[in-house]
């Protein structure tokens, strides 16, 4: 009877991490910091702005946008806004 109750009980925890939601794959590739960047540049903002807005300076911004662009594959603010409106994260 135990035995019954463990299967399930492990049929339903199997279940339940079957139904977690997926990951989104562009965010999955992308750091946190180059997440909230390109949503900041979203907003309108320049880097100078950015920096402020997250207490970093305004090379560590340009090195994130270097490094966001090169993980979208692209060459500006503006493709980088449509890869990443087209990946679900703005």
Same mark, same amino acid.
């Given at each position: 009877?135990?035995? !019954?109750? *463990? ?11 079957? !139904?977690?939601? #997926?990951? &989104? ?12 960047? %390109?949503?900041?540049? /979203?907003? =309108?903002? =320049? &880097? ?8 970093? #300076?305004?090379? *560590?911004?340009?090195?994130? &946008?270097? #490094? ?5 594959? %692209?060459? &500006? ?5 449509? %890869?990443?409106?087209? /990946? =679900?994260?703005?």
């Amino acid at each position: 009877m135990q035995a !019954a109750a *463990t299967r399930a009980a492990t049929a339903t925890m199997m279940d339940a991490v079957q !139904a977690r939601p #997926s990951v &989104n794959p562009l965010a999955a590739r992308l750091h946190i910091r180059e997440i909230q960047i %390109v949503r900041l540049i /979203g907003h =309108g903002l =320049g &880097n100078r702005e950015i920096a402020e807005r997250l207490a970093l #300076s305004v090379q *560590t911004v340009k090195w994130y &946008n270097k #490094s966001l662009f090169q993980k979208l594959n %692209v060459a &500006n603010r503006a493709e980088a806004l449509s %890869v990443a409106k087209a /990946g =679900g994260l703005l």
